[in-house]
């Protein structure tokens, strides 16, 4: 059974950071590319950054990019996300998930499995 679990989430003031991790099991973590979304109430879930198989390719959504950081560890089966500089628009659900021989998607139906989810709440 194949689980992604996140966490790491909080509350924050703006300007702050945080760091999520997403752990993986039941899965073949080499064999995917790794994604964060998020969705903020009333909105729909958002690309916020992908990672290749190898961590060589990266990309990053215009509103993370200078601010956001996304990495890997294949040996932990874990993904992270580095948040600096947070602001009020940051907050949401972070969600990370994967897709399977995948270079990174910035597109969520490309993704074949889902973490539950972690809130991420920067205050003002």
């Known amino acids: 059974q194949v689980q992604l679990v996140e966490s790491g989430g909080g509350l924050v003031q703006a300007g702050g950071s945080l760091s999520l991790s997403c752990a993986a099991s039941?899965?073949?973590?080499?064999?995917?590319?790794m994604g964060w979304f998020r969705q903020a109430p009333g909105k729909e879930r958002e690309f916020v950054a992908t990672?290749?198989?190898?961590?060589?390719?990266?990309n990053y959504s215009d509103s993370a990019k200078g601010r956001f950081t996304i990495s890997r560890d294949n040996a932990k089966n874990t993904v992270y996300l580095q948040m600096n500089s947070l602001q009020p628009e940051d907050t949401a659900v972070y969600y990370c998930?994967?897709?399977?021989w995948g270079l990174g998607s910035s597109l969520d139906q490309q993704y074949d499995y889902w973490g539950q989810g972690t809130q991420v709440t920067v205050s003002s």
């Open positions: 039941g899965l073949s973590f080499r064999n995917y590319a």
């Open positions: 990672i290749s198989w190898s961590g060589v390719n990266r």
């Open positions: 998930a994967a897709e399977e």
